[in-house]
T-cell receptor, first 114, second 107 residues
Framework: NAGVTQTPKFQVLKTGQSMTLQCAQD?????MYWYRQDPGMGLRLIYY???????DKGEVPNGYNVSRLNKREFSLRLESAAPSQTSVYFC?????????????FGSGTRLTVV | SNSVKQTGQITVSEGASVTMNCTYT??????LFWYVEYPSKPLQLLQR?????SKNFGGGNIKDKNSPIVKYSVQVSDSAVYYC????????????FGAGTRLTVKP
């Protein structure tokens, strides 16, 4: 079982460049999430998609956009990368959006913006 | 809103027992999860505590706003970051994470 797959695993961008982080899950989960992880800050929610066709902002959405392409895929886009967006990005999915549903996480994308 | 509080860092020697606390503030009784992040590995679910199964987990109770995780006879391989996020029925249903507890086990 692949679970949650993220690509790429590593990326270096120059300030102002754009890129899309890809995430796909093969568990038929309805809900998907994007988090960023920074030292001493834990994981912070950027955006989530409770179900196919819906997306909503999390704690730190500024500078990002998302697309729920279909039930399997949820992408995160940086339109104009900034050094403050240097982080490790995790995608996760859950069976549904509601308290009590555990998340399955991907391996992460380590992004450096110079 | 809901928030969780965890001990920042714990360092112990191999074979010791360790308790990692997770205290939270919430207007309701959320489900509490523990996740572990080993180096270069995705976060993995360790346990899920609800009002219904709370008595099965050592030392803590959701009504007391505390859900510790206890590890006995730890090994170096238990060194990881342990997260205790929570969801709360009365607010957003997504998980909010703190900085986690970094457990270091020395040989």
């Amino acid at each position: 079982n692949a679970g949650v797959t993220q690509t790429p695993k590593f990326q270096v961008l120059k300030t102002g460049q754009s890129m899309t982080l890809q995430c796909a899950q093969d568990m038929n989960h309805n809900s998907m999430y994007w988090y960023r992880q920074d030292p001493g800050m834990g994981l912070r929610l950027i955006y989530y998609s409770a179900s196919e066709g819906t997306t909503d902002k999390g704690e730190v959405p500024n500078g990002y956009n998302v697309s729920r392409l279909n039930k399997r895929e949820f992408s995160l886009r940086l339109e104009s990368a900034a050094p403050s967006q240097t982080s490790v990005y995790f995608c996760a999915s859950s069976e549904a959006y509601g308290q009590g549903y555990g998340y399955t996480f991907g391996s992460g994308t380590r992004l450096t913006v110079v | 809103s809901n928030s969780v509080k965890q001990t920042g860092q714990i360092t112990v020697s191999e074979g010791a027992s360790v308790t990692m606390n997770c205290t939270y503030t919430s207007t309701g009784y959320p489900t509490l999860f523990w996740y572990v992040e080993y180096p270069s590995k995705p976060l993995q679910l360790l346990q899920r505590e609800t009002m219904e199964n709370s008595k099965n987990f050592g030392g803590g109770n959701i009504k007391d706003k505390n859900s510790p995780i206890v590890k006995y006879s730890v090994q170096v391989s238990d060194s990881a970051v342990y997260y205790c996020p929570s969801t709360c029925f009365y607010n957003n249903n997504d998980m909010r994470f703190g900085a986690g507890t970094r457990l270091t086990v020395k040989p």
